[in-house]
């Protein structure tokens, strides 16, 4: 039968020798596990669980808050009755990765007794009584099951992290909690902030894990350094050459910067050839396909070293064993919004004391170790911030309101949040749902609204989504929807071969802008090839990214019968599909000197250089999203009429806003002074 048991392997009982390698092999698994320091509190915190509703859990990372909690619990009986233990994740790798961890650890296979869940992708069953799932999913759920009644215990891991979606589940578990007697509330942490969990709790009891932690030596930089990127690829291969064994771990804030400091590091060990030992070199950043982020966890072979480049998922949400040295710069990307223009950016900035105090902590774990700090003494003194600020206070909450509004929350300005939103961001999103016609004068939820909740997709996108239906042309729009949210990583753009990728690109070009060429990517891929790496590669398209996109596209199609859109296709009709595109309508760009100009808040905004319309410049534009790097640029944008706003939004924009200033009788310096006077 096909009923693995939570002891038994299901290879057991083959030959004597492969057997034996198994039972090994757990062996190593059962003496690790019982090494960790949460082990030793088994009891005690099974007793702490059981006498309080809720209970806040403080441990270094790597004790086994996240991988051993939730068995404990499942081995105390908490999923009796085919009831789940469900435990957030603010990030998508965690969640994978931990749930295979532990799906490992007790033999089953992933997805049947343990599974996670994350956004447009769900690896769970009937059988599933663990879920490992993002924070956002989560936050999703209380839209099927408002009291999370399946659920026995809830554990909001990583709780330090203070995501925008964690702190929502604060407010609304704490809410439940009251009438669900029954369900067991754990808040779990790294070694900060558990005071004001356990106050806003309504002083939960906090049960901390003693940590075994080795000295780390901290170094600094004499003085800054102008390339850290340059700076880290010397110092790994300087502590390769000159320090004993150990890996090494190095900060960096994204997926770019990873790929060319393993690039550099790459090319440069290969110089140095035989002079020096063999250096194993993994980045980990959250698109990285799941194969590649298991390798990080590999053990590193005798006489070699690792160095594994990460972004700040390594700070707390994943442990690997044996670093000895880290390498911060010092940085992050960091998501911030402008709540008077409305603007989100996501920006490269210095990282919070505490941040570079966790990492830091990464290098003493097994051994005593070692943090180079690529920043002075006094950098770290006078110019970080000593915590990171909540997410929901930097960013854009036409999400979370549009979700909570369905949950019926109405007033969510005494909503039980944590710390709260900036009283103009919550204003600002309440507005911004009203112009897209989620809510109504009176702030209350439209059938309109409701359904755009029930997209997992930033409320814009829905709205475009939804308006498909109007223009009959929601079988492009739902390709571009999935296209766009596999976010900037469809074109492949190696470093020594820029020339021909470029190249590849532009015989993608269509007239109309990048969601254009999205669609015609996808188009082209599913026609060319039937998804052959082959052809991808040949054609510089990221396979991996096509074939998520076309796993987005499924599940969003999916959920067009719920939401009662009927999907039909344009025929080739390339302005239908530009005018649903103004259902971002808040994006909109104006040519003017020198770059474009938003259009309500007047900020001077670029073209992307990778955009297809880069060259051409037109008047009008719409744009997908704003990143700061050199300066404020827009990527994905698509060329649109000014009239039709005036017919998506009438109430948002008035004609004068658009009038084009080409057609202007007036001399330009006139036109400057009307438009200074309103
Ligand atoms: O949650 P916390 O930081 O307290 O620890 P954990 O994630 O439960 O990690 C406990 C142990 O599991 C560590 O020694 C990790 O190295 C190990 N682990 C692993 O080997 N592979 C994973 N994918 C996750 C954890
Ligand atoms: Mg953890």
Redesign the pocket.
């Known amino acids: 039968e096909e009923e693995p048991g939570l002891q038994t392997h299901p290879e057991e009982g083959r030959s004597g020798v492969h057997s034996y390698l198994i039972k090994t092999f757990y062996l190593s698994i059962i003496i690790?596990q019982r090494s960790?320091?949460?082990f030793p509190y088994r009891q005690d915190l099974l007793a702490a669980i059981d006498q309080h509703q809720i209970l806040v859990i403080e441990?270094?990372?790597?004790?086994?808050?996240?991988?051993?909690?939730p068995q404990y619990l499942l081995e105390e009986g908490y999923t009796a009755g085919g009831m789940k233990i469900g435990c957030t994740q603010p990030r998508r790798v965690a969640a994978m990765?931990?749930s295979?961890?532990?799906a490992q650890e007790m033999a089953v296979k992933l997805g049947n007794e343990v599974g996670y869940s994350i956004r447009f992708e769900d690896c769970t069953s009937e059988r599933t009584v663990l879920k490992y799932m993002t924070d956002g999913m989560l936050l999703r759920e209380f839209l099927t099951e408002p009291d999370l009644a399946s659920y026995s215990v809830i554990i909001i891991?990583?709780a330090h992290e203070r995501t925008l979606h964690t702190d929502i589940l604060f407010g609304l578990i704490k809410d439940i909690a009251r009438f669900r007697s029954n369900l067991k509330v754990l808040v779990?942490s790294?070694t900060l902030d558990t005071e004001r969990f356990s106050s806003f709790f309504d002083d939960a009891p906090v049960f901390r894990?003693p940590g075994r932690r080795f000295p780390v030596d901290i170094y600094y930089t004499k003085a800054p350094e102008a390339d850290y990127l340059e700076a880290c690829v010397v110092s790994v291969l300087q502590i390769h050459v000159t320090q004993p064994p150990g890996d090494i771990l190095v900060f960096l804030t994204g997926q770019e910067e990873i790929e060319a400091c393993c690039e550099l590091l790459q090319e440069r060990c290969r110089r140095l050839g035989s002079k020096i030992a063999e250096l194993i070199v993994l980045p980990i950043y959250a698109n990285l396909p799941s194969d590649m982020q298991?390798k990080i966890?590999n053990p590193t072979p005798p006489g070699a070293r690792k160095v594994v480049v990460a972004t700040n998922i390594a700070e707390?949400?994943?442990?690997?064993?044996g670093i000895i040295y880290v390498i911060d710069p010092g940085f992050c990307k960091q998501k911030s919004y402008n709540a008077r223009t409305g603007m989100e950016s996501l920006i490269v900035t210095p990282c919070s004391r505490a941040s570079a105090n966790q990492r830091a902590g990464r290098a003493g774990?097994v051994a005593a170790g070692k943090c180079f700090r690529l920043y002075t003494a006094w950098a770290f003194k006078h110019e970080m911030e000593e915590t990171t600020v909540p997410e929901i206070q930097r960013t854009n909450l036409g999400n979370v309101v549009l979700l909570l509004k369905s949950l019926g929350i109405n007033d969510l300005i005494h909503f039980d949040f944590m710390d709260p939103p900036p009283h103009e961001t919550l204003v600002l999103a309440l507005e911004q749902l009203y112009a897209l016609g989620a809510l109504n004068h009176l702030g209350e939820l439209t059938k309109l609204g409701r359904r755009m909740a029930e997209l997992p997709v930033d409320p814009m996108l829905s709205k475009m989504i939804l308006a498909s239906e109007q223009y009959k042309c929601s079988e492009e729009v739902l390709t571009i929807a999935a296209m766009l949210s596999v976010n900037n990583s469809i074109f492949y753009r190696p470093k020594d071969k820029v020339v021909h990728a470029d190249n590849a690109r532009m015989n993608f070009v269509v007239p109309g802008g990048d969601h254009m060429v999205l669609l015609n990517v996808y188009t082209q891929v599913r026609m060319g090839s039937g998804y052959s790496t082959q052809w991808c590669y040949e054609n510089f398209i990221q396979f991996r990214s096509m074939k998520r996109a076309r796993d987005v596209r499924e599940q969003l199609e999916g959920l067009m019968d719920r939401i009662e859109v009927e999907v039909c296709s344009a025929d080739g009709d390339n302005m239908k599909i530009r005018k649903v595109s103004t259902g971002y309508f808040y994006h909109t760009a104006r040519l003017s000197k020198g770059g474009y100009k938003t259009v309500k808040h007047q900020q001077t905004v670029y073209v992307h250089p990778n955009s297809s319309l880069f060259e051409e410049q037109p008047r009008w534009l719409i744009y997908h999203e704003l990143v700061f790097t050199t300066k404020e640029f827009m990527r994905q944008v698509i060329e649109i009429d000014s009239s039709w706003l005036l017919e998506v939004a009438p109430h948002y924009y008035k004609s004068k806003e658009l009038e084009d200033s080409s057609s202007k009788k007036m001399p330009r310096k006139m036109g400057k002074a009307r438009e200074e006077l309103g």
């Open positions: 690790n960790l320091p949460v441990g270094e990372t790597g004790s086994g808050k996240t991988t051993q909690i990765s931990v295979a961890r532990v891991d990583e779990a790294a894990i298991a966890f707390t949400s994943l442990t690997i064993d774990r």
